[in-house]
């Protein structure tokens, strides 16, 4: 486990993924891939340590850790997400089901989450941005770009606002 300090994350943070993934990206845009391809890629990110993920899908990819509002039980799931000044946007999509991921729930119950970028173990708070949030356009604009328009596909698949998620990166 590898704990990031300033200068390794933000090298970390600016690396693009590799031309193929890149461009099966976009090809596929905008649907998301299958289940058994994300879950195959969460589960490799996970038991590679990071060695294997963070930019396979051709977009931006972190673990998320949280804690279940229920049962307590520590859950993974793998995320797209975009940089912003000094944190990191994540969007509570769920491929644009009518109802948000499980861990959108279980941040709002509890704020604080441990992430991996790469081989990076970090830990942050998490605050909802919200469609009415005067800065949620912009940060919109930024999710979107980073994953080939996908965002607003998936927003047109369902009547909920689709939330943005802002972690704030606590120093190690």
């Not at 589960?43 to 963070?54: C, K, M, P």
């Not at 793998?78 to 000044?85: E, G, I």
């Not at 912009?138 to 689709?162: E, F, H, K, V």
Request: glycine residues 6%; positive net charge.
């Amino acid at each position: 486990m590898t704990t990031a300090t300033g200068v390794e994350l933000r090298q970390t943070l600016a690396r693009r993924p590799p031309w193929l993934p890149r461009t099966l990206n976009r090809l596929t845009a905008p649907r998301s891939a299958p289940d058994r391809v994300l879950r195959a890629h969460r589960w490799l990110y996970e038991h590679s340590d990071g060695r294997i993920g963070q930019l396979m899908i051709g977009a931006p990819t972190l673990l998320l850790w949280t804690t279940g509002r229920r049962t307590g039980i520590r859950r993974c799931s793998a995320v797209s997400y975009a940089v912003d000044r000094d944190g990191l946007i994540i969007a509570a999509s769920n491929s644009g089901a009518d109802h948000p991921p499980a861990w959108f729930h279980n941040l709002r119950s509890n704020s604080a989450v441990h992430f991996q970028i790469g081989r990076h173990h970090l830990s942050g708070t998490a605050a909802v941005v919200e469609s009415t949030d005067p800065d949620y356009k912009r940060l919109w604009g930024l999710m979107n770009t980073t994953n080939n328009r996908r965002y607003d596909a998936y927003q047109t698949l369902t009547s909920r606002p689709i939330a943005l998620v802002a972690i704030s990166i606590e120093e190690a």
